[in-house]
T-cell receptor, first 116, second 115 residues
Framework: GAVVSQHPSRVICKSGTSVKIECRSL??????MFWYRQFPKQSLMLMAT?????????EQGVEKDKFLINHASLTLSTLTVTSAHPEDSSFYIC????????????FGPGTRLTVL | AQSVTQPDIHITVSEGASLELRCNYS??????LFWYVQSPGQGLQLLLK??????LVQGIKGFEAEFKRSQSSFNLRKPSVHWSDAAEYFC?????????????FGKGTRLSVIA
């Protein structure tokens, strides 16, 4: 199956700093990428959908100025958590889908963000 | 809009016993259906999927699921549970010809396995 990587797998940062998380599709071109957030013992919450070369579409309640998403190429999307605060600590998972008809979403392994 | 219900938040099963995790979906047509497993601190692993055809789907790790259109269900089963199956299980529904539409997930069922 298709492979999606995320980097870093874990990050610890100080409050007020910004953190960038990368999501790469390694063996296919991802026309659409999705970013999810998962709180402990809860399901995945969709944050935003991004298409290569265009602005991301954010779900209701997700601050687009705080969670900057860039999908600059068909294999890379980035999520930047700006001015991070402890409440932003969470598990972030990206997912990628290829183009042409229905294609599965392939999930990255996730990034654990801890804000001190 | 599609939705997924996993009625059981937590299930405990003895090792070697059979398992059934329930999943009901709401969608106007036949959706694409998925089961994922997540171990603590890990990402999602696809167990199996249903797109069309045979309604009994075989997956990895000895899991299977059956699509029942009349009941809008896609329950996951395993005949004999192993201790390593303890994890969180998510059912998800996708829209055919989905384009930008993401998968919709259920809230998950946590499986505990006891000796």
């Amino acid at each position: 199956g298709a492979v999606v990587s995320q980097h870093p797998s874990r990050v610890i940062c100080k409050s007020g700093t910004s953190v960038k998380i990368e999501c790469r599709s390694l063996d296919f071109q991802a026309t659409t990428m999705f970013w999810y957030r998962q709180f402990p013992k809860q399901s995945l919450m969709l944050m935003a959908t991004s298409n290569e070369g265009s602005k991301a579409t954010y779900e209701q309640g997700v601050e687009k100025d705080k969670f900057l998403i860039n999908h600059a190429s068909l294999t890379l999307s980035t999520l930047t958590v700006t001015s991070a605060h402890p409440e932003d600590s969470s598990f972030y998972i990206c997912s990628a889908r290829g183009g042409g008809g229905y294609n599965e979403q392939f999930f990255g392994p996730g990034t654990r963000l801890t804000v001190l | 809009a599609q939705s997924v219900t996993q009625p059981d938040i937590h299930i405990t099963v003895s090792e070697g016993a059979s398992l059934e995790l329930r999943c009901n979906y709401s969608y106007g047509a036949t959706p694409y259906l998925f089961w994922y497993v997540q171990s603590p601190g890990q990402g999602l692993q696809l167990l199996l999927k249903y797109f069309s055809g045979d309604t009994l789907v075989q997956g990895i790790k000895g899991f299977e699921a059956e699509f029942k259109r009349s009941q809008s269900s896609f329950n996951l089963r395993k005949p004999s549970v192993h201790w390593s199956d303890a994890a969180e299980y998510f059912c998800a529904v996708g829209k055919p010809a989905s384009g930008n539409t993401p998968l919709v997930f259920g809230k998950g069922t946590r499986l505990s396995v006891i000796a």
